[in-house]
């Protein structure tokens, strides 16, 4: 749904920025950590509300995830944290400032207050961050998801913002206690919509069909390799799983194998509906071209009718003035000529009586021959 401006903080608080600022500079300061991230072929607008989702596999992934979609993306989120973190003097007081909505895990009812504190934040036009897994992988591997941050999208009617990594688990992890110097992190961010027919398991194994793949594709492009090292998934010595992964291992590991199944049929299915889709575009954007070649190929055809035209009327008048021009030239011949022989005719018909002009006689000399004649 569309934020509000006015409700929506533009910059996070300062115990946020102290909060997380503290715990990067730390690891790339003092231990030479480098983050490098993926940025998603379209970069999320940062007045747009998300449920920002990640894969746990360290205490301190969360920090560096949030400063990459703040630094990236000028989103500023806040995390869902367990309620125990409140309670630790200093860093309670510093998570309560920076926005952190705490989560009580063995509460029903606390989640659910939890619930509904994201939900508000959402709605206000602020990004939360979860992690649907609940608790830090034991084994490198991703744990059944949790159905609880799809709710959260598809009640607030909001996008899912996917932020996978891989490298954070080589400090404070169950493999890495302490962080190793020199460290990379990788990121890749992908922005899932959710489908109208779309529920919150559909939209969770979307999430984790998604996780998976760009886990692959970022162990396989990991610029420091090194498959033989604790820290490398499958960990060689896992650590025992919590409380909450054997929970999540127990009710969601089917259904969650099942829902991924689906879910990378629907995706199958969707990305075929979209190259039809694109060929269907394309095919469209090919006769748009057609007819407009057409349209131009017939505007050429009917300027040249009318420049032929132009030049045959052209022609036409040329010839028919020249046609008068002589028609006109000839009467004038026609005109002397006459008057010529209308001006010599007399003198050629005295010419052939054998008489001159001086030698008629008169009239009455002619009637006295006459009488004698008689």
Known sequence: MPSDPRRVR????WAWRVLVGSVVWFLRRLRGWRIHAQRPAVLPPPDRPYVGVFNHTAAID????ADVLWR???HWVQPLVKAEV???PVLGWLARGAGAIPVHRSEGEGREHAYRDAIAQLRAGGTVLVAPEGTVTHDGNLLPLRHGAARLALEAGVEVLVVTHFGAQRGFSPVARFPERGAVVTVALDVLTPEPDE?????TGRIAATMLDRTIELQAAYPDRQLDAPWWPPYSTPASPTAVARENLEHYQESMSQAIAAARERMAQLAADHAVERRVAEARERAQ???????AARERAQLAAAELADRARERAEHLASDALERVEGLSEQARDRATDLQERLPSRGQEAGGLA???ELPVA???EVGRADD
Do not use: K, Q, Y
């Not at 969360?62 to 995830?65: E, H, Q, S, V």
């Not at 071209?289 to 349209?295: G, I, K, S, V, Y």
């Open 10 to 13: 533009r910059r996070p608080p």
């Open 62 to 65: 969360g920090f560096l995830l």
């Open 72 to 74: 990236g993306l000028r």
């Open 86 to 88: 409140f309670d630790i």
């Open 199 to 203: 529920d919150a398991t559909a939209l």
């Open 289 to 295: 071209l057609a007819a407009a070649e057409l349209a």
């Open 357 to 359: 002009p001086e030698d």
């Open 365 to 367: 000399d002619v009637r």
